[in-house]
């Protein structure tokens, strides 16, 4: 199993990224999560594997959308009017329970994470 995050980089306040995660699989529940320097972990953003279902941090929703493309066992995440506050660590994850999507100890396997970093 495994999953790789790339898409990061440096972007002004305002501006746009789009995140991929490339899966070794299909068929999972998968998730963004992000860790800024000196904080926890956190959750961010999660899909069902058909995609039919989303779940949001309430600090993206709005900016952030998170959709898959299974025949490519890739998930994104198209972030927009990005902020400062935004930079951080990104991180992809699956996991194969359903249950409380936001909660990170439910997940399985993960990725490296990319870098995201918003100037002011």
């Known amino acids: 199993v495994q999953l790789q995050a790339f898409g990061g980089g440096l972007v002004q306040a305002g501006g746009s990224l789009r995140l991929s995660c490339a899966a070794s699989?299909?068929?999972?529940?998968m998730g963004w999560f992000r860790q800024a320097p000196g904080k926890e972990r956190e959750f961010v953003a999660a899909i069902s594997w058909s995609g039919g279902s989303t779940y949001y941090a309430d600090s993206v929703k709005g900016r952030f959308t998170i959709s898959r493309d299974n025949a490519k066992n890739t998930v994104y995440l198209q972030m927009n009017s990005l902020k400062p506050e935004d930079t951080a660590v990104y991180y992809c994850?699956?996991?194969?329970?359903?249950?409380?999507?936001?909660?990170?100890?439910?997940?399985?396997?993960w990725g490296q994470g990319t870098q995201v970093t918003v100037s002011s």
């Open positions: 699989f299909s068929r999972y529940i």
């Open positions: 994850a699956a996991r194969t329970s359903s249950g409380s999507y936001p909660n990170i100890n439910e997940y399985d396997y």
